[in-house]
């Protein structure tokens, strides 16, 4: 892996310390734990880019582990894309795994041990049934700055504890009847240390297990299990999960008493939990439940759509994996909550697209122009990428009617405008030099025509006589373009933050033109387009083959990124 400034951050200096140390028993091991309860998304990437990122470096493993301890909502569907999302990031997981599969792991296969696990705490005295409803239950945890107060039943004998532990498992009791609690402390400062939940009781089907269960685990307790059981060294998460760090350190002491920590080469592996920033974007919203209503509402194509910030979206719209690992790299890794700007991820793949993507021509906005005096069809040669050699020339068929941009031609041209114009010249990219000598209107005042004129001895592009012409424009032969569609994406909401007024509003700042349609004309070649496969139109922008709706010969394209913007990251 190569390094960075940014990749010398502050995770990488404790795995280093614990590697120095000898505590990883010679092998980093780090988790990728995704609920499949929906697609990933940018964030998620970022994620992904530090847990898979941070084993690479140190020569380690990343699993990847389906945290599907919460039977609700949870599909293989989801779990599927999951998988090929992290694979088309450029990752793979590798190790054991439980599932026949190196490296991959389903949180659900615990569950046995998970259950054995709270059994011997209540043996020990550590854990005891509660019945306090949710209310109350809430109410004697108290606030804090002022200590909470005891569960009547916190010393109810570890003998009926159990009694009461097995009639929860064995379906005796309803949702919120009963649940385990972790014995610690009612008035300790950090509110998760006050007896937290272990386990609750919720009548619903596992997508894995049916009714196996009808209790689960709580995250604060699978979690540090998960991480212990598998040997993994190095737990990273996201912030909001540090004040829940004494309650993860406290149940890997309890997993250490039981005798069930991995041993690794003669070390006992004691898995730890560090916490940096999430990433945020402006102009988006990255909840899954967000997401989700997007999609069932209707207000995008899917998952997908190329609006969306899912990894599968970006997939779609033509962002490439180097590009977002690019942006996870650049944004780094702290523990301040910052936002970052969604344009430093499309400079991001602008930058790759540019060395990789095919140059084709398309006019977006088609105006046809009319070379009077041009007989026959002749072939233009245009490299297929003028900063990349090696991808050769191709030829591009010209005759005497093409289209050209409807933004090319100024009836009552501006100043600094160098492209056509009444009685002006203008070069047409890699052909000759036309003269637009008139033009016709239709009946609602639109330009519906250009007649030109060609000098014949600029074959090639240049004058003969060396005269000065100063534009270039694209364009593409009416007999041998082929018509796209093309769609043209712009932000999906109209404000930065479109939570500001709560996550309830956020539909209200849904921007109405965020996809625009268009039928373009495409040169011949684009016409046969791989779906997925991305292109620079010259001048214009990065656009690539929808992978879904485009078929050979009826091509229809996604506007990835604009062929620039002002923007320059810092
Ligand atoms: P949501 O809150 O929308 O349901 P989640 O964060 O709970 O999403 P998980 O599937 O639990 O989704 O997340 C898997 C991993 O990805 C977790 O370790 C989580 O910390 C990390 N992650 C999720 N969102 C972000 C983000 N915006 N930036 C960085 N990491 C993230
Ligand atoms: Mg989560």
Known sequence: MEESDTSRHFLRQWIDADVAAGRTGGKVVTRFPPEPNGYIHIGHAKAVCVDFGMAALFGGECHLRLDDTNPAKESDEYAENIKNDIRWLGFKWSGEGDSGEAGFY???????????????????????????????????????????????????????????FHDMRDGKYADGEWCLRAKIDMASPNIHFRDPVLYRIRHVSHYHLGDKWCVYPMYDFAHPIEDALEGVTHSMCTLEFEVHRPLYDWVVDRLDEQGLLVVRNGVKVRPQQREFARLNITWTVMSKRLLLKLVEEKHVAGWDDPRMPTVCGMRRRGFTPGAIREFCDRIGVSKMESESDPALL???????????????????????????????????????????????????PFSREIW??????????????????????????????????????????????????????????????????????????????????????????????????????????LNPDSLKTVTAYVEPLLGDANPGESFQFERTGYFCADAVDSKPGKPVFNRTVTLKDGYKPA
């Open 106 to 164: 389903n949180a659900s296969n615990m569950f046995d041990q998970m259950y054995a696990i709270a059994e011997e705490l209540i043996r020990r005295g550590q854990a005891y049934c509660c019945n306090l409803g949710q209310d109350e239950w809430k109410e004697y945890r108290g606030v804090p700055d002022k200590p909470g107060r005891a569960s009547p039943s916190r010393d109810t004998s570890p003998e009926r504890n159990l009694e009461i």
């Open 404 to 509: 050209i941009d409807r933004a090319d031609f100024m009836e009552v041209p501006e100043k600094k405008f160098f492209r056509l114009v009444p009685g002006g010249e203008v070069r047409l990219r890699g052909a000759c030099i036309v003269k637009c000598v008139s033009f016709e209107k239709d009946a609602d005042g639109r330009i519906s025509e250009i007649h030109c004129t060609w000098d014949e001895g600029s074959w090639g592009g240049n004058a003969p006589d060396g005269r000065k012409v100063k534009g270039t424009i694209h364009w593409v032969d009416c007999a041998s373009g082929v018509p796209a569609e093309v769609r043209l994406y712009d932000r999906l909401f109209t404000d930065p933050d479109p939570m500001k007024e709560g996550s309830e509003n956020y539909l209200k700042f």
């Open 346 to 396: 499309e400079w991001c793949v602008r930058e790759e697209l540019n060395r990789t993507a095919l140059r084709r021509m398309a006019v977006l906005d088609p105006v046809k122009l009319v070379i009077d005096n041009f007989d026959g069809v002749r072939e233009v040669e245009l490299p297929n990428n003028p900063v990349d050699e090696s991808a050769g020339m191709r030829k591009v």
